[in-house]
């Protein structure tokens, strides 16, 4: 159980086109899912925090016209890069808590990430 | 002080040794931490909580020290199934996680 997917898993695409990254939750419901970005040797660095039905809050930094977030249901969070840069080129992952399941309440299951080239 | 500082390493061991990674953390109020793993172009895994009492699961032991705002992780016996980078991860209340840049292992034979 405890599965999160991530749709593409790898894209490129010329600057200047938007990209969408679906990310699921596949026998769980999430309230609230996260989205991080990694660049090489870096750590995760989150950069919007998505909840279910309303807007999603975004981390100091990063534009929210440009990373557009929709989260429409308890299993979809989308995240649109909007007129893409080569210096969004990275690797996007998105996260979820369960929190009807049981245990550690603080777990977050991660999706396996989209590396995203930008030409 | 950055929120969390660990060694980037690389740390190169040989199969069957013991190594041990520490990281620090500013925030004294974390409640939770965890150790991630996270294997080169994958997603970070849940390696295992640290708890104050300290913990262990087969060849990892976790352990917390808050009065020094640290935790490390001991790998005994190191695999080669074991290279990877190594996160620590800490929470508080309500926030979303924090991550530390990792610790990367290569165990070599």
């Known amino acids: 159980g405890a599965v999160v997917s991530q749709h593409p898993s790898w894209v490129i695409c010329k600057s200047g086109t938007s990209v969408k990254i679906e990310c699921r939750s596949l026998?769980?419901?999430?309230?609230?899912m996260f989205w991080y970005r990694q660049f090489p040797k870096q750590s995760l660095m989150l950069m919007a925090t998505?909840?279910?039905?309303?807007?999603?809050?975004?981390e100091q930094g990063v534009e929210k016209d440009k990373f557009l977030i929709n989260h429409a249901s308890l299993t979809l969070s989308t995240l649109t890069v909007t007129s893409a840069h080569p210096e969004d080129s990275s690797f996007y992952i998105c996260?979820?808590?369960?929190?009807?399941?049981?245990?550690?309440?603080?777990?977050?299951?991660f999706g396996p990430g989209t590396r995203l080239t930008v030409l | 002080r950055k929120e969390v500082e660990q060694d980037p390493g690389p740390f190169n061991v040989p199969e069957g040794a013991t190594v041990a990674f520490n990281c620090t953390y500013s925030?004294?109020?974390?409640?939770?931490f965890f150790w991630y793993r996270q294997d080169c172009r994958k997603e970070p895994k849940l390696l295992m909580s640290?708890?104050?009492s300290g913990n262990e699961d087969g060849r990892f032991t976790a352990q917390l020290n808050r009065a020094s705002q640290y935790i490390s992780l001991l790998i005994r016996d190191s695999k080669l199934s074991d290279s990877a980078t190594y996160l620590c991860?800490?929470?508080?209340?309500?926030?979303?996680?924090?991550f530390g840049k990792g610790t990367r292992l290569s165990v070599i034979a």
């Open positions: 991860v800490f929470y508080s209340g309500n926030t979303p996680l924090v």
């Open positions: 998505s909840n279910e039905g309303s807007k999603a809050t975004y």
């Open positions: 640290v708890y104050s």
């Open positions: 996260s979820a808590r369960d929190y009807l399941r049981g245990g550690d309440y603080n777990e977050q299951f």
């Open positions: 026998d769980f419901q999430a309230t609230t």
């Open positions: 925030n004294s109020a974390s409640q939770s």
